[in-house]
């Protein structure tokens, strides 16, 4: 069997929903150690530091080479700031939303592709996937809990407002990261690629934590739980996305993609089960909404 002989779908998917429930941990182990007063900016350092240091051994036990085609630099530093922006936008989201809202929110990003690659001069959606999408729209007002909140008297604080947006924030800058993926880097190897962004992503953080533009970015966790949480984060996020950049070419994506949208889901019971968080019935019902579009959307995508 070669490397890049397929697994059996059953055990594709067993890697994909791992993968995935690896990557909903990472951000409530986040949101762990923001309440003990880790900064945003520390977390996003660690995580990209320790992906960073795998890929680049990868990359030179492989020898690969590390030059890049003519016009490509400026794509990549422009891939790697989208990245860094990203991370910032829904690390923030998380500190500030319950973790499962702020995973439902930033994973409209097919949504905003297709819109963006629509806009671009790809091909315009077709009339299912318009209707695929506004039935993703409608779930997520509920799973936001939009009717209440907007209603006579609702509270609507501005943690709530911010995260959203924040949330949505991140969404947007990652279609646009995937589009430069897809339509100007991809012909360049994943590893390369991969690594070159993550020390991006790194360099990034440590500049703008070392400038002092994000007060409190780089704060240190107050507890031994927030330590530990800040180490698990590193490690989940590390493992998840060194093994889905090394499995790819075994996992059949085009077909086993959307078990990846496992995560918002995980990320719920995470929630509850680690930090307490929950979500009223009609919340819940609108996640399952936009969780099934997106499956939907991604599957008749592929």
């Avoid at 990320?267 to 979500?279: A, D, I, K, P, Y």
């Amino acid at each position: 069997m070669t490397s890049s002989t397929p697994f059996p779908r059953h055990i594709a998917v067993l890697v994909l929903l791992c993968l995935g429930c690896s990557f909903a941990g990472n951000h409530v182990a986040a949101r762990v150690a923001f309440d003990s007063g880790a900064g945003v900016l520390l977390a996003i350092l660690c995580r990209s530091g320790g992906t960073l240091l795998v890929l680049t051994a990868l990359v030179f036990w492989q020898r690969q080479p590390l030059r890049l085609p003519p016009g490509a630099w400026r794509w990549q530093l422009m891939l790697g700031l989208l990245i860094a922006i990203q991370s910032l936008c829904l690390y923030s989201a998380v500190a500030r939303i319950p973790v499962a809202l702020a995973l439902l929110v930033a994973n409209v990003f097919p949504i905003l592709l297709a819109l963006l690659t629509w806009a671009l001069g790809g091909p315009r959606p077709t009339t299912r996937a318009s209707l695929i999408m506004g039935l993703i729209l409608v779930g997520l007002a509920f799973a936001l809990d939009v009717p209440s909140r907007l209603g006579e008297g609702a509270p609507t604080g501005d943690d709530w407002a911010l995260g959203i947006g924040l949330a949505f924030c991140g969404a947007s800058v990652f279609a646009c990261a995937l589009w430069i993926t897809d339509h100007k880097l991809s012909s360049l190897r994943g590893s390369v690629r991969s690594m070159l962004t993550m020390a991006i992503v790194f360099s990034s953080a440590s500049i703008a934590g070392y400038s002092g533009v994000l007060p409190g970015g780089l704060a240190l966790p107050g507890s031994d739980t927030g330590w530990l949480a800040l180490c698990l984060l590193v490690v989940l996020y590390g493992a998840a996305f060194i093994t889905l950049f090394v499995s790819v070419p075994r996992l059949d994506m085009a077909r086993n993609a959307p078990v990846m949208n496992i995560e918002p889901v995980a990320t719920l019971l995470m929630g509850w089960v680690v930090l307490g968080q929950t979500l009223s019935p009609i919340q819940m019902f609108g996640g399952l909404i936009v969780v099934t579009g997106i499956v939907i959307l991604t599957s008749r995508k592929a």
